[in-house]
Every structure is written in structure tokens, then in C-alpha cells.
T-cell receptor, first 111, second 114 residues
Framework: TQLLEQSPQFLSIQEGENLTVYCNSS?????LQWYRQEPGEGPVLLVT?????EVKKLKRLTFQFGDARKDSSLHITAAQPGDTGLYLCAFRSSNTGKLIFGQGTTLQVKP | DAGVIQSPRHEVTEMGQEVTLRCKPISGHDYLFWYRQTMMRGLELLIYFNNNVPIDDSGMPEDRFSAKMPNASFSTLKIQPSEPRDSAVYFC????????????FGDGTRLSIL
């Protein structure tokens, strides 16, 4: 069974700080997606990474897919209160085609 | 553009009662997914449909849960009878195609079974 482990589970930082959250597995993925979920809302797709070593940037967010396609990281530069939310990584199972989510990292950015 | 619409947003009911959650996917999307989110288990896929046909319901926890999609613009998830352990946030999502296409989530139904 493929599992995604996200770390840390919780992160509370001050506005302006940088942070990195991780998504790891022992399995190889053909692609990985990152979602952000704000309180009271559903998850929203941020990015899909496909190629090993790929780096994608979305404003202050930088996403990296590991060379071996087993892990991914999300780095936020100069975090703002609007970045507060639950960050979820997800992969599509090659066996079932289902989207499998990690448990997520809850980020709180204090003003 | 209207996103995925779920109703009700909140539901509080006593155990044993029937609960029906509703979802209107984004027009033109051919896949519809039902998820459940809890603190303990995270976001879990319950069932998904392709072109209104249930494809995989292996995530449905028990026979008390059932889902239907009578047409391309409407789906229901029903729990009968409901139990306190069913309390969770239930999300509906839709996508155009499957592969790496994004799933668009509704804002969820927060269900509390007393």
C-alpha cells in the first residue's frame, strides 16, 4: 500500500518567516499534486509536478519533486497570514486510479 | 463560473435518522467524487462516478452508506441509519477527465450525529 507522510503536522510561525513542508513516501509516483484547504472550504489545487527534479513556482510558493519521484517539498517565502491553511499532497494510485491524500500540514501564520 | 455546490452546509441530527447530502458538479465535468474528512483519518475517497455510473465504491464504509447520480448535474450521498461515528465533513468534487486533471471541491457538508 502506498502511503504519503507529511511533515510537520502542525506549524505556527510569524508573518515574514520562511518555511518548508514535506511529503514523503517509499513508493515512486508518476505525479504528485499539492492542494491548500482553508477553514470551511474544500481543497484547492495549487500545482501538479510530474518530472523528477521538477521545480515549480507560484508567487512565493516553490514546489519541488524529488529526483526519484518519491518525495516533494513546498517552500513558502515570507509567509503571510493569507497562507494559513491545511496543505495536502496527493498522488494518483497506479492500481486504482484513485487520488490518495496525505494527512496534511496545518499552517498558521500569525500577523 | 459556479463551482461545485453542496447542500446543506451543516447538518445536525440524532443518531438513527436518515441523512441525505447533495452535490451539483461543475457543468461538463464527467467525474464526480465523494470524500469524507476527519481529524483521525484525513481525506478519504468514498465513491466516484464516471458519466453518472458508479465506478468504485470500495471506500464506502458500510451498507448504511449509499450514493446515486441520477443525472450529470446531481448526486446524493445517503446515510441510513446514521451513527455518531459518521460525524465528519463530507466533500463532493468533480473533474473533467481523470489522469492529472484537477479535482474541484465543493465547500463540504459538516455533519454532526448526536
Amino acid at each position: 500500500t502506498q502511503l504519503l507522510e507529511q511533515s510537520p503536522q502542525f506549524l505556527s510561525i510569524q508573518e515574514g518567516e520562511n518555511l518548508t513542508v514535506y511529503c514523503n513516501s517509499s513508493s515512486v509516483f508518476s505525479s504528485l499534486q499539492w492542494y491548500r484547504q482553508e477553514p470551511g472550504e474544500g481543497p484547492v489545487l495549487l500545482v501538479t509536478v510530474v518530472t523528477g527534479g521538477e521545480v515549480k513556482k507560484l508567487k512565493r510558493l516553490t514546489f519541488q519533486f524529488g529526483d526519484a519521484r518519491k518525495d516533494s517539498s513546498l517552500h513558502i517565502t515570507a509567509a503571510q497570514p493569507g497562507d494559513t491553511g491545511l496543505y495536502l499532497c496527493a498522488f494518483r494510485s497506479s492500481n486504482t486510479g484513485k487520488l490518495i491524500f496525505g494527512q496534511g500540514t496545518t499552517l498558521q501564520v500569525k500577523p | 463560473d459556479a463551482g461545485v455546490i453542496q447542500s446543506p452546509r451543516h447538518e445536525v441530527t440524532e443518531m438513527g435518522q436518515e441523512v441525505t447530502l447533495r452535490c451539483k458538479p461543475i457543468s461538463g465535468h464527467d467525474y464526480l467524487f465523494w470524500y469524507r474528512q476527519t481529524m483521525m483519518r484525513g481525506l478519504e475517497l468514498l465513491i466516484y462516478f464516471n458519466n453518472n455510473v458508479p465506478i468504485d465504491d470500495s471506500g464506502m464504509p458500510e451498507d448504511r452508506f449509499s450514493a446515486k447520480m441520477p443525472n450529470a448535474s446531481f448526486s446524493t450521498l445517503k446515510i441510513q441509519p446514521s451513527e455518531p461515528r459518521d460525524s465528519a465533513v463530507y466533500f463532493c468534487a468533480s473533474s473533467l477527465g481523470r489522469s492529472n486533471q484537477p479535482q474541484h471541491f465543493g465547500d463540504g457538508t459538516r455533519l454532526s450525529i448526536l
